[in-house]
């Protein structure tokens, strides 16, 4: 069954602290895994994005981490800023053929000032 | 240019109204898709399109109508909904679904209300 199960429902970190995000998956077929961000109103938007040949993918202050034998995979924000205040999305897909996503139900990240 | 356009912003409509919600990309990307949002809810797929075909249909109802005019143009028409089906409608696109390129661009979304 194509699942990806995403926790925590929803996170407050102070600003300045680091913000964790956890995603596992079931599919081992499973090659692509995005993060998407969402403000309220808005259509998600690419955050970053990592295939299961790497353990780690690094951009700015978001890092993937990434476990290729326990399936599990997580978003970093390092330094939390109030501007990251949003919904977060894990997916994940497969890349050959149709590049559908199979979403997580999504995170609630709220950075305190 | 990674942008996605969808029309309306807002829409509001009746149960016997005929709408129609527009979307457009200039990225060259021959896949298209629509998804519906609820409030705090992921994106759930509606219709993909490939090269102007539809090639998935994920058991969507009938009163929701897509179509492909050309390879940048997604349209989405609505006929007889009901109020719950509103929610914010996406649309994205993605490069070539034949190489099973990645990365889905989503447009700012159609919020629906339906009355």
């Known amino acids: 069954q194509q699942q990806v199960k995403q926790s925590p429902q929803s996170l407050i970190v102070q600003k300045g602290g680091i913000s964790i995000i956890n995603c596992a998956y079931e599919?081992?077929?499973?090659?692509?895994f995005p993060w998407y961000q969402q403000f309220p109103g808005k259509g998600p938007a690419l955050l970053i994005a990592?295939?299961?040949?790497?353990s780690e993918k690094k951009e700015g202050r978001f890092t993937i981490s990434f476990n290729k034998s326990a399936k599990q995979f997580s978003l970093h924000i390092m330094d939390s800023q109030p501007g990251d205040s949003a919904t977060y999305f894990c997916?994940?897909?497969?890349?050959?053929?149709?590049?559908?996503?199979?979403f997580g139900k999504g995170t609630m990240l709220l950075v305190s000032p | 240019d990674t942008e996605v356009t969808q029309t309306p912003k807002h829409l509001v409509m009746g149960m016997t109204n005929k709408k129609s919600l527009k979307c457009e990309q200039h990225m060259g990307h021959r896949a298209m898709y629509w998804y519906k949002q609820k409030a705090k809810k992921p994106p759930e797929l509606m219709f993909v399109y490939s090269y102007e075909k539809l090639s998935i249909n994920e058991s969507v109802p009938s009163r929701f109508s897509p179509e492909c005019p050309n390879s940048s143009l997604l349209n989405l028409h609505l006929h007889a909904l009901q109020p719950e089906d509103s929610a914010l409608y996406l649309c994205?696109?993605?490069?070539?679904?034949?190489?099973?390129?990645?990365?889905?661009?989503f447009g700012p979304g159609t919020r629906l209300l339906v009355l």
């Open positions: 997916a994940a897909s497969i890349l050959s053929g149709y590049s559908t996503l199979t």
């Open positions: 990592i295939r299961p040949d790497v």
């Open positions: 599919n081992t077929a499973f090659d692509y």
């Open positions: 994205a696109s993605s490069q070539d679904p034949s190489r099973g390129l990645e990365t889905q661009y």
